[in-house]
């Protein structure tokens, strides 16, 4: 439940400062700009059914997180460790290929790596947990 | 490895909600357990052989 809390607190600043963001810039956005609030609210989203999914649990009388969910986000985090690591190379590889900035790049590692964790948990979540 | 527990559960009248209250996890674990896509810890299989008063190798089968 007071996991629960802290996500919807979370989920809440987060669309705050979209909404600062958007409503403080004076010029119309660009491709990359859309493409971030795109993967900003796919996370919030994923972030929110989180949240509600806890929710739902404590009104049942189950508990929030248990063996199994426990597995799936330890199998998350170290896949999409695996996988950011490949971004941010990539991100190397192509910094002087495209006509980002440094702060731009950098928000599009993030971004990456949260997209990537959003990801592997769903397929995880899915798939399920096997000892193989 | 393969389980018994749908035919377990079936047998004793209980739903996936109840078995995973009587275990304390969540419901969507005993689902996927049933579907063989979860491997449980041996503390889950104990508790699950408890609450059918089976042995864990009559529930669980080790291929």
Not at chain 1, 21 to 26: D, L, P, R
Not at chain 1, 31 to 46: A, E, M, P, Q, R
Not at chain 1, 87 to 98: C, E, G, N, T
Request: with cysteine.
């Amino acid at each position: 439940m007071k996991r629960a809390i802290i996500v919807f607190i979370v989920a809440a600043l987060v669309l705050v400062s979209v909404g600062l963001w958007i409503s403080s810039s004076s010029e119309a956005f660009k491709t990359f700009d859309v493409l971030s609030l795109v993967v900003i609210i796919l996370v919030v989203g994923f972030a929110l059914y989180i949240g509600f999914r806890r929710l739902t649990s404590a009104k049942r009388g189950e508990p929030a997180e248990d063996e199994m969910s426990k597995k799936v986000l330890l199998r998350t985090a170290a896949w999409s460790y695996y996988v950011s690591l490949y971004l941010w190379v990539a991100i190397l590889f192509i910094k002087d290929r495209v006509t980002l900035d440094t702060e731009e790049l950098i928000g599009a590692g993030i971004l990456g790596m949260a997209l990537s964790w959003v990801i592997c948990w769903l397929i995880l979540n899915f798939r399920g947990v096997r000892n193989e | 490895m393969n389980n018994r527990i749908k035919e377990f559960r079936a047998r004793f009248k209980l739903t996936q909600d109840e078995l995973a209250k009587k275990v304390n996890v969540r419901r969507e674990t005993i689902v996927f357990l049933e579907k063989n896509k979860y491997n449980p810890s041996l503390k889950l299989a104990h508790d699950i052989a408890v609450v059918f008063s089976s042995k864990i190798e009559e529930i669980f089968i080790f291929d």
